[in-house]
């Protein structure tokens, strides 16, 4: 896949994940043109004056519950990376409507803008907490999956194809645990909800690699894993403030101890590709040409944070977060 040909719109362009992707794809892959989709302003004026100001880069201010301000900006558009979502756990769960509004009808509005223009690939973000969801946010990314490999059957053979890419937690991104633990790592205390907790964990860079690597071999139903390695929350703690008093304060409502990235029920239509997992469709349309070097995986598989082959040490999540530091 030549990228040099191709345009590229991502939605959420202005978040951790699409400044990181416009950065990469600006340095290594050279797009004609990539806009960038969002709707606030302020952060598009401060990207572009932080130096996301190429010629080739365009913004564009629209929500994606706005279906005909997409439609207007898939004019030409070859790829979408949809990474617009509300995905704070509770906000999510205090704002309910809102959650669905942007994670869920906003995913429709992607999928119906691309099916109405000339969009020949689309990738969506998704999350671990889509696999077995106990909070709302995780449920709305469920939800969207499902809506975005379904869609290829509303595409047909040349129409838009869609695919996910689902992941863990990323180092460092708005939200994460990391600001948090070096804000109280000042005043010598730092609060966990369980010191038994498990996260997957990526880098951001990695995650968009990953996210670009999937676009460039996606034909369309698939969900993508990556295989990545788990953290200990009292490891992370050991590596950011390890001479602080910990205080033990509980699990918050819809949290979990341990995060999924691939079911048992999943593990059936599940090819293992070395260094990624490829989820097919259960759908008489999927036809798996490319994947024939996948090995299917045992009976029972489940890839949880928990039982991981692959953890973090301390060592490695200083290195991590020493950025952060």
Same mark, same amino acid.
């Given at each position: 896949?030549?990228?040099?040909?191709?345009?590229?719109?991502?939605?959420?362009?202005?978040?951790?994940?699409?400044?990181?992707?416009?950065?990469?794809?600006?340095?290594?892959?050279?797009?004609?043109?990539?806009?960038?989709?969002?709707?606030?302003?302020?952060?598009?004026?401060?990207?572009?004056?932080?130096?996301?100001?190429?010629?080739?880069?365009?913004?564009?201010?629209?929500?994606?519950?706005?279906?005909?301000?997409?439609?207007?900006?898939?004019?030409?558009?070859?790829?979408?990376?949809?990474?617009?979502?509300?995905?704070?756990?509770?906000?999510?769960?205090?704002?309910?409507?809102?959650?669905?509004?942007?994670?869920?009808?906003?995913?429709?509005?992607?999928?119906?803008? $691309?099916?109405?223009?000339?969009?020949?690939?689309?990738?969506?973000?998704?999350?671990?907490? $889509?696999?077995?969801?106990?909070?709302?946010?995780? $449920?709305?990314?469920?939800?969207?999956?499902?809506?975005?490999?379904?869609?290829?059957?509303?595409?047909?053979?040349?129409?838009?194809?869609?695919?996910?890419?689902?992941?863990?937690?990323?180092?460092?991104?708005?939200?994460?645990?990391?600001?948090?633990?070096?804000?109280?790592?000042?005043?010598?205390?730092?609060?966990?909800?369980?010191?038994?907790?498990?996260?997957?964990?990526?880098?951001?860079?990695?995650?968009?690699?990953?996210?670009?690597?999937?676009?460039?071999?996606?034909?369309?139903?698939?969900?993508?894993?990556?295989?990545?390695?788990?953290?200990?929350?009292?490891?992370?703690?050991? $590596?950011?403030?390890?001479?602080?008093?910990?205080?033990?304060?509980?699990?918050?409502?819809?949290?979990?101890?341990?995060?999924?990235?691939?079911?048992?029920?999943?593990?059936?239509?599940?090819?293992?590709?070395?260094?990624?997992?490829?989820?097919?469709?259960?759908?008489?349309?999927?036809?798996?040409?490319?994947?024939?070097?996948?090995?299917?995986?045992?009976?029972?598989?489940?890839?949880?944070?928990?039982?991981?082959?692959?953890?973090?040490?301390?060592?490695?999540?200083?290195?991590?977060?020493?950025?952060?530091?």
């Amino acid at each position: 896949m030549d990228w040099r040909d191709t345009t590229v719109l991502i939605t959420g362009g202005t978040g951790s994940f699409g400044k990181k992707f416009v950065e990469i794809m600006l340095r290594e892959y050279h797009p004609r043109k990539v806009v960038i989709f969002s709707r606030d302003e302020l952060k598009q004026h401060e990207m572009r004056i932080s130096g996301f100001d190429h010629d080739s880069l365009r913004y564009f201010i629209g929500d994606v519950r706005d279906v005909d301000r997409l439609r207007r900006a898939m004019n030409g558009i070859d790829i979408v990376v949809h990474a617009a979502a509300l995905k704070q756990v509770p906000a999510c769960e205090y704002n309910p409507i809102e959650a669905i509004m942007t994670n869920i009808m906003g995913a429709r509005n992607v999928i119906e803008a $691309a099916l109405d223009t000339d969009v020949k690939k689309v990738m969506a973000i998704s999350t671990d907490k $889509a696999v077995n969801p106990i909070n709302l946010y995780g $449920a709305t990314k469920l939800c969207a999956e499902k809506l975005f490999i379904q869609s290829n059957s509303y595409s047909g053979a040349h129409g838009a194809k869609f695919s996910c890419a689902r992941y863990g937690n990323v180092v460092g991104s708005r939200g994460s645990v990391i600001p948090l633990f070096l804000e109280q790592r000042r005043t010598g205390r730092v609060t966990v909800t369980d010191p038994r907790m498990t996260r997957f964990w990526l880098t951001l860079e990695q995650g968009v690699r990953f996210v670009i690597r999937s676009i460039e071999c996606m034909q369309g139903g698939e969900v993508f894993v990556p295989k990545i390695p788990s953290m200990n929350i009292m490891d992370l703690v050991q $590596a950011i403030a390890p001479d602080c008093r910990v205080d033990y304060i509980g699990i918050r409502p819809g949290e979990k101890l341990h995060e999924v990235l691939l079911s048992e029920d999943e593990s059936r239509y599940t090819l293992d590709m070395g260094d990624m997992y490829v989820i097919q469709p259960i759908y008489t349309w999927w036809q798996a040409k490319d994947w024939s070097e996948g090995k299917p995986l045992p009976e029972g598989f489940r890839y949880t944070s928990d039982t991981n082959s692959h953890w973090l040490s301390v060592d490695e999540l200083r290195v991590l977060v020493e950025r952060f530091l």
